[in-house]
């Protein structure tokens, strides 16, 4: 079983930061992408930040410049670094493993529960 659990969400003014961590555990064998998304109430869930086992990072528009992922591949870890936070940020963000390969050799998706940030104007 793999469990994915998010730790950082909370409550910032405009222009504070926040860091949002997650630890991928279990039956883990590989995971080819680790990364951010986010929901904003009444609206589709949107890919923040991602980042694959060798290193290359992908971005939205939105967020360039002013957020920064990192993983940690021994660990199964990865962390959003979030600075000049905006209201229009303020949603439920979820971590990801994509392609996780468990030791039963099967490859899916996971997700973790999501964390709420509320960015205040």
């Known amino acids: 079983q793999v469990q994915l659990v998010e730790s950082g969400g909370g409550l910032v003014q405009a222009g504070g930061s926040l860091r949002l961590s997650c630890a991928a555990s279990?039956?883990?064998?590989?995971?080819?992408?680790m990364g951010w998304y986010r929901q904003a109430l009444g609206k589709q869930r949107e890919q923040v930040a991602i980042t694959t086992t060798i290193g290359s990072t992908n971005y939205a528009d939105s967020v360039k410049g002013r957020f920064t992922i990192s993983r940690d591949n021994a660990k199964n870890t990865v962390s959003l670094q979030m600075n000049s936070l905006k209201p229009e940020d303020t949603a439920v963000y979820y971590c990801?493993?994509?392609?996780?390969?468990?030791?039963?050799?099967?490859?899916?998706?996971?997700w973790g529960q999501g964390t709420q940030v509320t960015v205040s104007s």
């Open positions: 279990g039956s883990i064998f590989s995971i080819d992408a």
């Open positions: 990801a493993a994509l392609g996780l390969l468990g030791y039963n050799m099967r490859r899916s998706d996971y």
